[in-house]
C-alpha cells in the first residue's frame, strides 16, 4: 500500500495452511494461489517460485505459518521469503504459533514484514 501497489491482490497460501489463512485473504477479496507440499510436508519451495514468478506484477503476499503446522521451523523459510521479496509481495505470517515464535530470538533473516497475533496465541 506504501508503495501504491494498490493492485496487488494476489495471495499465496500452502495447502497445509489452517483454512482460517484462505478464508480471510478471501474476505479480503484477494485472489488466492495454493502451493503443495514436498515430500516431508514442507513447503514447496519451487511452486512458491513458480507461482511468485507468474504472478509477479499482482503479487501481494505469501501467507505462512512458522513453524508449520506439522511442528517444523521449515529450513527454506529464508529463501521463501526472499523469492515472495524479490517479485513484489511481501510475507504475512499467522501469528498462532507465537508461543513457538517467541522461544527463537530471531529465526527469520529475510524477515516478515506482517504478523498477525491469533486469539489462541
Ligand atoms: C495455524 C493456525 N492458524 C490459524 C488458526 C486460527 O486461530 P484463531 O481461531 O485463533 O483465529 C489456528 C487454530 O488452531 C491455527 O492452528
Known sequence: MARGDHHR????????????????????????????????????????????????????????????THGVYEEGIDEICKIIHDNGGEVYMDGANMNAQESQSYPIKEASIIFQFSSGA
Do not use: Q
Open 9 to 68: 491482490n494476489v495471495c499465496i497460501i500452502h495447502v497445509s495452511a489452517h483454512g482460517t489463512n484462505p478464508a480471510s485473504a478471501a474476505m479480503c477479496g484477494m485472489k488466492i494461489i495454493t502451493v503443495g507440499t514436498d515430500s516431508k510436508g514442507n513447503i514447496n519451495i519451487e511452486e512458491v517460485r513458480k507461482a511468485a514468478e507468474a504472478n509477479k506484477e499482482y503479487l501481494s503476499a505469501h501467507m505462512v505459518t512458522y513453524p508449520s
